[in-house]
């Protein structure tokens, strides 16, 4: 049974940063495409960053520069770095394994002004 944990929400001002943390249990993360997607109130879910089994990274253009996205294949687990964040960065964040379309239960984000 696949099972993801997030973790490092939390509330920060604007040019703030915070680390997300995704731990998996029941998957490698380093076998799987795993990402990070947002939700903010009243939008739709987007996906923010992913990694691919290669390594390689991909961002949404709003985030780029700012996040990067990492893992541990030790610890397996998922990160988010998250730098200069701006208000409308605020949202649920969730870690998403795409192979097995597995999903945590979200961690709030929340960037004032």
């Known amino acids: 049974q696949v099972q993801l944990v997030e973790s490092g929400g939390g509330s920060v001002q604007a040019g703030g940063s915070l680390r997300l943390s995704c731990a998996a249990s029941?998957?490698?993360?380093?076998?799987?495409?795993m990402a990070w997607h947002r939700q903010a109130p009243g939008k739709q879910r987007e996906r923010v960053a992913s990694?691919?089994?290669?390594?390689?990274?991909f961002y949404l253009d709003s985030v780029k520069g700012r996040f990067t996205i990492s893992r541990d294949s030790d610890r397996n687990t998922v990160d988010l770095q998250m730098n200069s964040l701006k208000p409308e960065d605020t949202g649920v964040y969730y870690c998403?394994?795409?192979?097995?379309?597995?999903w945590g239960r979200g961690t709030q984000v929340t960037v004032s002004s």
């Open positions: 029941g998957i490698s993360v380093s076998a799987n495409l």
């Open positions: 998403a394994s795409i192979n097995t379309d597995s």
């Open positions: 990694i691919l089994r290669s390594g390689t990274t």
